[in-house]
């Protein structure tokens, strides 16, 4: 605003200079001329005076007009030596050469203001320059981030026109048959997926069947129909799951030119009032983000829905049916029905009271019904709730029953001794049966409880294989390994682990009477691991596979009466993999043998229902024994509590046969003086005794200062839960009466002692 009128008036003022530049210039001229010729006039008459009073100043004037013309620096001054003519001539010029050096400086100056004039419009030009390409750039990021959020709306359309369309292909009332694979395909274009599966659940059944499919290998589907994976994850979760490392073996997107894996994969549960309907699987070789997720878990849920109305309709539709076939039938026996009608009248009456007796009846028959249920819940609590009761008879008969074996080996008649190895194995054959009862009734109790920790499987194979070794010696059959000792860590249940594994290969040992047992380990898919146990035995009749993991179930009756067995061992089997979050399956054909195969997670799935208290049969609980705690005094004897007198005198007979000095505690206020007062080595503490039980009795020998170190080995009938165990927090051990080995319990102690 500000350079335009100065530019301006600079101009002005340099045309202005200029002209009365020139001006002056030309009357200069003209007043040479002048001079010039009154010289030459007067040159002729007054040469001497001219040359000395005229030519010489006249000449002085002519050089310095050349001067400033050919140097351009006005200014100059001539010296006035008369005061005639031409000293008002030299005046003139003195006069004029001021004026224009006058003129000059003024030039200058305004030349010095319009060069700052230019180089401050200069320097705003770069501003202005600047400030445009900034807001250029600003401009782009703006346009950038414009056409970001049109994507996003754009996107954002798509999934609600995807929505809308899905609404819409529901309320159509089409068959499952063509509403499906309509629904899948119309979902994979909207969130550009490339393969997918929608599982329905059967009727009456937890298996999956294919209701779907859009991109995938018909072969592959075949190949998994009936077997347990991810979608039977989201059916027991009722949670989505999503996977962004495809296992190699998964299902893969098949096209013209070929097939690939997915990068992604999406499955989540259609749900209709908290119950699973199916299960949407679909794949991607791009990643899902969190609006594909969105709008899928959304979808899912109105495919749930009408997943659930598709069923109402069609069952409505075979009721419609079976009710029009119905009505004509009716129709048609209409006119004989017509001429009963006299003699249903006569029989109204009686069948009035019929009907009054049948509800009646019906009445009766729900309230025995509901007693029947609560006698079989009571029944299972009750069993559930007497394991130390049931258990310590029998462990005092097998507890006796070693007792004598040991003390009259050699001493009394060979059959008699055989007669008390018989006692012995028929007592532990009880106990057993006893212990599988038990299970059972917790299982249907719900108060099975797990215990997750670290174990590995060849580790768990040795164990087993200590307790069956002797069997298949005896009977001559072979054992070989393939592939156990490289599974990773387990972290699961090691208790049930094992309880797992002995039920299966005492069956292979039971049923096999020559060839041998082949156990292999390998990894399985989505992050789990499937042990297999073949045998060369008497194998499964293909009419029996259905119900062989049924309780007191066995291939037949035969099978009872010359093998034994209650058939409660394999359906113990196939609910505690299921508490493990694995399952369990048998390939098998009559007279070439079995193979069972169990499958488990490597992590045991966290879950409500899955309890950190122990569930083992019997077990050293590892977790149970601090690192390293200080040691009772290697002189004192070793205290044993315990109420029951049958076990007492057990413990006494072993304590004693190791030579290891003894104190005994009937009760639990005994205990705790006799702590108090002798400072014993170690102490074997009975939990289940009237008045002061085996908890309190704990707490106070920790509270004290005189007991507070010394070692605890914990003897309980019954199986401890997780709340009990954590009142036992800083234990030596915690072991099982009757199941244990006596080795085990002295290994235990002398290990702890140091002897």
Known sequence: MILPPLVREIDAGVGLLSRHTEEEVRNLLYAQQAFLVIAIVLSVGGWAFVHGRVVRPIREISQGLAEMERTGVYGASLPVRSDDEVGRLATS??????????????????????????????????????????????LETARADLEKK???????????????DILTLLNQGQNSGVLLPGLLRHLLEVIRGQAGVIHLVQDFSDRLVVGAAFGVDDAWLRDRAGRRGLPDQVVRDKKPIFVEDVPEEYFRVESGIGSRLPRSLALL???????????L????????????RDYLWAAAGQIGIGLHNLAAAERLLKLAADLQGANETLTAQNEELQSQTEELQSQSEELQAQSEELMAQKVDLEEKTRAVEEANRLKSEFLANISHEIRTPMNAITGYTDILLELLKGKIDPPMYANLERIRLAAKSLLNLINDLLDISKIEAGRLEIQPGACRIHEALDRVYAVIGPQMEKKGLSWRTEGVADLPELWTDEGRL??????????????????GITVRGRRGAEDRVVVEVQDTGIGIPSSALSHIFEAFRQADGTTTRRYGGTGLGLHIVRELARLMGGEVWVESAKGHGSTFSVSLPVRLPASPEFSAAPAGAAESHPAARPEPA??????????????????????????????????VAADGAE???????????????????????????????RENSATRDVPVIVLSAAELTKGERERLAGVRGILQKGVIARDELLGLIREILGV
Do not use: C
């Not at 259609?270 to 119950?275: H, M, R, T």
């Not at 094992?498 to 060839?515: H, P, S, W």
């Open 150 to 164: 049109n994507e996003a709306l754009l996107r954002e359309k798509s999934f609600l026109v995807g929505y809308e």
């Open 671 to 701: 205990a705790i003086r006799t702590a108090i007062r002798e400072r014993p080595s170690l102490i074997t503490l009975d939990l289940a005794m009237p008045g002061v039980d085996g908890f309190a009795v704990y707490r106070a020998l």
């Open 630 to 663: 200080p040691r009772g005094r290697r002189g004192g004897a070793v205290l044993i509590v315990e109420d029951d007198p049958a076990q007492r005198d057990i413990l006494e007979h072993a304590l004693r046969s190791a030579g290891l000095p003894l104190r």
């Open 93 to 138: 010029f003195n006069n004029l050469s001021s004026r224009l050096s006058e003129r000059t400086r003024e030039v200058d100056l305004a030349h010095g203001k319009i060069k700052e004039a230019y180089e401050a419009l200069a320097r705003h030009a770069g501003e202005l320059e600047t400030r445009v390409i900034d807001r250029t750039a600003a």
């Open 498 to 515: 094992e309880q797992i594994l002995l039920n299966i290969l005492g069956n292979a040992v039971k049923f096999t009477a020559r060839g």
């Open 281 to 292: 699987e679909v794949g991607s070789l791009n990643h899902f983000d969190e609006d594909d």
């Open 269 to 279: 549960p259609l749900l209709y009032a908290d119950k699973v309907e199916g299960v």
